[in-house]
C-alpha cells in the first residue's frame, strides 16, 4: 500500500506596507497645438468666426490671399467649422457653418490631373466624424467654389477685407489700356461691377454665386441683362465692333438652290443624280468645286437616312450624331481648306491646358483641363472646338457653353501671342465654337472688342429636319455651316499674312522689335483647383 505524503499548509505572504496617503495629481493634458503658429491660427480661426455674422462667412476672407498658408488654413477652416456642427448648440449656426465647409472643397479631393475631364481620377477616401450631436461630417458636393468674395474698390483702408480673386485680376488691368466710352465709363468696370452685384445677391439669398462670362471680361452681346447696363449709345459703338458673317457666294447659291424644290427622297436623289458638282469635260479644282462637292456630298449621305426613316432626335445617342449627322455636315465642310483638321472624340486643347499650368509644373503631372467633342485646328494652332449632346438639356447645354466660351477666349488669347500681342492682327481673328443638340445646333463667335474685353456672338439657330421636305430647311444648315467654316479660312489667312510681313520678322530676329503687353487677361478660372 502506497504511502501519501501532505505537503505542508502554505502561509499567506506578508503584505507590503502600505505607501504614505498622498494626494495624486492629474496628468496635464498635452496642449493639441503645439506648434505656435498653429495655435495662433486656431484662434484667428475661432476669432473670425465668433465675431463675424455666420451669414458672411467666407474663406477668402479667414485665409487673406497668402498662398504659403493656404493648405493650412484650409486645414483650420474645415476643422473649426466640423467643431461648429458637431458641437454648437444653435441650429442656425451649425448649417451656416455646414454651408460654409461645401463653398470651398480641400485641396486633397481635388484631383491633380484634370478639372472637368472624363480621364481617369484618383478617387479620396473619405471618413465620417460624428461629434457630440450626432450630425455627420456632410459629403463634399461635387461644386465649383465661390468665384470669387466681394470687396470695396473705393476705399482701402488697413483693416479693410483682403482683395479676392477677381478684384485682384480687376485691379491688375492697365487703367489707360481699358475699353474706354464716350461717356466716361470703361466696358471692363461696368462688367466688374455688374460681376459683384450678382454674387452679393447670390450670397444675400444663400446661394453659391455662379460664374459667368463677364468674370473674363467677355461680353455676351445677346444676353438682356448685360444690354440693360449700357446706355443706348454706348450699346451701338460696342455692337459696331461686330465683325459680319460672310455672304454665300453666288455660285454655290445657285447650286444649292437646284435642291431647294425636292418634296421627298425620291425626287432628292433625282436631282443630286442629274445635278453633278461638276460638268464630266472639266477637271477636278478644290477652289473651283470643293463647296460644291461638300454640299452634293452631305446631301447624298443625308437622303439615305431619310430613305430609311433614321434621322430622328429621340432614339440615338451622341456619337450617332456626330457620325451619320455632323460627320457630313460639318467636318467634311472643314476638310476643303488646306491643312484644317477637325479632331474628334474627346480631343485635348493645348490653348485650355495653357492656361490650366501658367507656371512650370511642380510636381510629374500636370493639369490637362477639359476635353472637347472636337477641335478646329490648322498647323497646331488652334481656331474652334466643338461640344456635342443627344439631345436638348438646359443644364448639359448651358454648362457646354460656357465651357466652349472659355476654350474659345483660351484660342483667342494663343493667336495673340503669335502676332506678339499688336492690336491691329488681334482685331482680324474669331475662334468659332460649334454647339449641337441632337439635331439642333448653332454656332459661336469669339472675337476682340476693345481694351481687355472680348466679344461673344452667335449665329441663328438651326435644325436638321426630321423629314427631307422643306429641303430648305436643311440647306440653311448647310448655309450656316459654311460661313462658320470661312470664319475659320479669315482668321488663317491674316496669321499667315500677318507672318508674311518680311520687314517685321526681320525687326523679330535682331531683337530690335519692342515687346509689347498682353491685351486679353487670362480667362477667369472659378473651378476648384485654381
Given at each position: 500500500m502506497?504511502?501519501?505524503?501532505?505537503?505542508p499548509?502554505?502561509t499567506?505572504?506578508a503584505?507590503p506596507?502600505?505607501?504614505?496617503s498622498?494626494p495624486?495629481?492629474?496628468?496635464?493634458r498635452?496642449p493639441?497645438y503645439?506648434?505656435?503658429?498653429?495655435?495662433?491660427?486656431?484662434?484667428?480661426?475661432?476669432?473670425?468666426?465668433?465675431e463675424?455674422?455666420?451669414?458672411?462667412?467666407?474663406?477668402?476672407?479667414?485665409w487673406g490671399g497668402d498662398e504659403a498658408a493656404?493648405v493650412?488654413?484650409?486645414?483650420m477652416?474645415?476643422?473649426?467649422?466640423l467643431r461648429?456642427?458637431?458641437?454648437?448648440?444653435?441650429?442656425?449656426?451649425?448649417?451656416?457653418?455646414?454651408?460654409?465647409?461645401?463653398k470651398?472643397k480641400?485641396?486633397g479631393?481635388v484631383?491633380e490631373?484634370?478639372n472637368g475631364?472624363?480621364?481617369?481620377?484618383?478617387?479620396?477616401?473619405?471618413q465620417k466624424h460624428s461629434?457630440k450631436?450626432g450630425?455627420?461630417?456632410?459629403?463634399?458636393?461635387?461644386?465649383?467654389p465661390?468665384a470669387?468674395?466681394p470687396s470695396?474698390?473705393?476705399?482701402?483702408s488697413p483693416?479693410?477685407?483682403?482683395?479676392?480673386?477677381h478684384e485682384?485680376?480687376h485691379?491688375?488691368?492697365?487703367?489707360d489700356?481699358?475699353?474706354?466710352?464716350?461717356?466716361?465709363?470703361?466696358?471692363?468696370?461696368?462688367?466688374?461691377?455688374?460681376?459683384?452685384?450678382?454674387?452679393?445677391?447670390?450670397?444675400r439669398v444663400?446661394?453659391?454665386p455662379?460664374?459667368s462670362y463677364?468674370?473674363?471680361y467677355?461680353?455676351?452681346?445677346?444676353?438682356?441683362n448685360?444690354k440693360?447696363?449700357f446706355d443706348?449709345e454706348?450699346w451701338?459703338?460696342?455692337?459696331?465692333r461686330?465683325?459680319?458673317?460672310?455672304?454665300?457666294d453666288?455660285s454655290?447659291r445657285?447650286?444649292?438652290?437646284?435642291?431647294?424644290?425636292a418634296?421627298?427622297t425620291?425626287?432628292?436623289?433625282?436631282?443630286?443624280?442629274?445635278?453633278?458638282?461638276?460638268?464630266?469635260d472639266?477637271?477636278?479644282s478644290?477652289?473651283?468645286?470643293?463647296?460644291?462637292?461638300w454640299v452634293?456630298s452631305?446631301?447624298?449621305?443625308?437622303?439615305i437616312l431619310?430613305?430609311?426613316?433614321?434621322?430622328?432626335?429621340?432614339d440615338n445617342?451622341?456619337?450617332?450624331?456626330?457620325i451619320?449627322?455632323?460627320?457630313?455636315?460639318?467636318?467634311?465642310?472643314?476638310?476643303?481648306?488646306p491643312?484644317?483638321?477637325?479632331?474628334?472624340?474627346?480631343?485635348q486643347?493645348l490653348?485650355?491646358?495653357?492656361r490650366?499650368?501658367?507656371?512650370p509644373?511642380?510636381t510629374?503631372?500636370?493639369c490637362?483641363?477639359?476635353r472637347?467633342?472636337g477641335l478646329?485646328?490648322h498647323?497646331?494652332l488652334?481656331?474652334?472646338?466643338?461640344?456635342d449632346?443627344?439631345d436638348?438639356?438646359?443644364k448639359k447645354?448651358a454648362?457646354d457653353?460656357?465651357?466652349l466660351?472659355?476654350?474659345l477666349?483660351?484660342?483667342l488669347?494663343?493667336?495673340?501671342?503669335e502676332?506678339?500681342h499688336?492690336?491691329t492682327?488681334?482685331?482680324?481673328?474669331?475662334c468659332?465654337?460649334?454647339?449641337?443638340?441632337?439635331?439642333e445646333c448653332?454656332g459661336?463667335?469669339?472675337q476682340?472688342?476693345?481694351?481687355h474685353v472680348?466679344?461673344?456672338s452667335?449665329?441663328?439657330?438651326y435644325?436638321?429636319?426630321?423629314?427631307?421636305s422643306p429641303?430648305?430647311?436643311?440647306?440653311?444648315?448647310?448655309?450656316g455651316?459654311w460661313?462658320?467654316?470661312e470664319v475659320?479660312?479669315?482668321?488663317?489667312g491674316?496669321?499667315?499674312d500677318?507672318?508674311a510681313?518680311t520687314?517685321m520678322?526681320?525687326?523679330?530676329a535682331l531683337?530690335q522689335?519692342?515687346?509689347l503687353?498682353a491685351?486679353?487677361?487670362?480667362c477667369?478660372?472659378?473651378?476648384?483647383?485654381?
Open positions: 502506497a504511502s501519501t505524503t501532505t505537503s499548509a502554505r499567506p505572504l503584505s506596507p502600505s505607501a504614505p498622498t495624486v495629481k492629474p496628468k496635464r498635452p493639441r503645439k506648434n505656435p503658429e498653429t495655435a495662433a491660427l486656431r484662434t484667428r480661426c475661432r476669432t473670425y468666426l465668433d463675424t455674422d455666420y451669414s458672411l462667412w467666407s474663406f477668402t476672407d479667414f493656404r493650412s488654413c484650409q486645414e477652416w474645415h476643422r473649426e467649422l461648429i456642427i458637431n458641437a454648437d448648440k444653435d441650429p442656425q449656426r451649425a448649417k451656416a457653418a455646414v454651408v460654409a465647409r461645401n470651398y480641400q485641396r479631393q484631383s490631373v484634370s475631364s472624363k480621364a481617369a481620377k484618383p478617387k479620396a477616401k473619405t461629434g450631436s450630425i455627420p461630417d456632410p459629403p463634399q458636393p461635387q461644386l465649383p465661390p470669387y468674395e470695396s474698390p473705393d476705399i482701402r483693416n479693410s477685407k483682403p482683395l479676392s480673386l485682384q485680376k485691379e491688375s488691368l492697365s487703367a489700356r481699358r475699353w474706354n466710352l464716350p461717356t466716361g465709363r470703361s466696358v471692363e468696370d461696368v462688367l466688374f461691377s455688374w460681376v459683384v452685384s450678382q454674387s452679393d445677391e447670390a450670397r444663400g446661394q453659391v455662379r460664374e463677364a468674370h473674363s467677355i461680353l455676351d452681346v445677346e444676353d438682356p448685360i440693360r447696363l443706348d454706348e451701338g459703338i460696342i455692337v459696331s461686330l465683325l459680319p458673317l460672310p455672304a454665300v453666288d454655290l445657285s447650286f444649292m438652290y437646284k435642291f431647294a424644290d418634296k421627298n425620291s425626287e432628292l436623289r433625282h436631282l443630286l443624280i442629274s445635278t453633278p458638282y461638276i460638268s464630266p472639266k477637271t477636278y478644290l477652289e473651283k468645286h470643293g463647296d460644291q462637292a452634293h452631305a446631301l447624298s449621305s443625308l437622303v431619310y430613305e430609311h426613316s433614321l434621322v430622328s432626335g429621340n445617342l451622341e456619337a450617332w450624331f456626330q451619320n449627322v455632323w460627320g457630313p455636315i460639318f467636318d467634311r465642310c472643314f476638310q476643303h481648306i491643312n484644317i483638321s477637325v479632331k474628334r472624340t474627346e480631343s486643347s490653348s485650355n491646358t495653357t490650366k499650368n501658367p507656371h509644373p511642380t510629374t503631372r500636370k490637362i483641363g477639359n472637347y467633342d478646329i485646328t498647323n497646331r488652334e481656331y474652334g472646338a466643338v461640344e449632346s443627344k436638348y438639356e438646359y447645354w454648362s457653353s460656357l465651357k466660351v472659355k476654350v477666349h483660351d484660342q488669347r494663343g493667336l495673340e501671342t502676332v506678339r499688336v492690336t492682327a488681334l482685331e482680324g481673328f474669331r468659332v465654337g460649334f454647339l449641337t443638340a441632337g439635331l448653332r459661336l463667335f469669339m476682340y472688342g476693345g481694351g472680348c466679344l461673344l452667335r449665329s441663328e439657330g435644325k436638321v429636319p426630321e423629314a427631307i429641303v430648305s430647311k436643311l440647306i440653311a444648315v448647310l448655309v455651316v460661313q462658320m467654316r475659320v479660312r479669315a482668321s488663317v491674316n496669321l499667315e500677318f507672318l510681313n520687314e520678322q526681320f525687326k523679330v531683337g522689335m519692342a515687346r503687353p491685351i486679353l487677361p487670362v477667369m478660372d472659378t473651378d476648384a483647383d485654381f
